[in-house]
Nanobody, 116 residues
Framework: VQLQACGGGLVQAGESLRLSCAAS?????SAWFRQAPGKEREFVAN????????VYADSVKGRFTISRENAKNTVYLQMNSLKPDDTAVYYC?????????????WGQGTLVTVSS
């Protein structure tokens, strides 16, 4: 399975972006991670296969929403009220099975830049 992330860009603080991650096949729990310049990759949010359970990093709670359309094998990340600290390369990831320990598939990343 291949993941293709898109939707990044340059926005001003307070604006919104929606990232998409299209998978070439079926995936289970899916997630978004991000890596800012000079920092380690960090977890942003994940969603289970049914879309009934989501988890968010404290830094994005109330501003970001993860969702999925299984009919399209696509996961989204709606990002509102963006801050300069949200500037990073955003990666989507997915598990190949319900019981997978880690994320088996990774996308190539899409750059989000938020100017102040």
């Amino acid at each position: 399975v291949q993941l293709q992330a898109c939707g990044g860009g340059l926005v001003q603080a307070g604006e919104s972006l929606r990232l998409s991650c299209a998978a070439s096949g079926r995936t289970f729990t899916s997630a978004w991670f991000r890596q800012a310049p000079g920092k380690e990759r960090e977890f942003v949010a994940n969603i289970n296969w049914r879309g009934s359970n989501t988890v968010y990093a404290d830094s994005v709670k109330g501003r970001f929403t993860i969702s999925r359309e299984n009919a399209k094998n696509t996961v989204y990340l709606q990002m509102n009220s963006l801050k300069p600290d949200d500037t990073a390369v955003y990666y989507c990831a997915a598990k190949s099975a319900i019981g997978s320990q880690g994320y088996d598939y990774w996308g190539q990343g899409t750059l989000v830049t938020v100017s102040s």
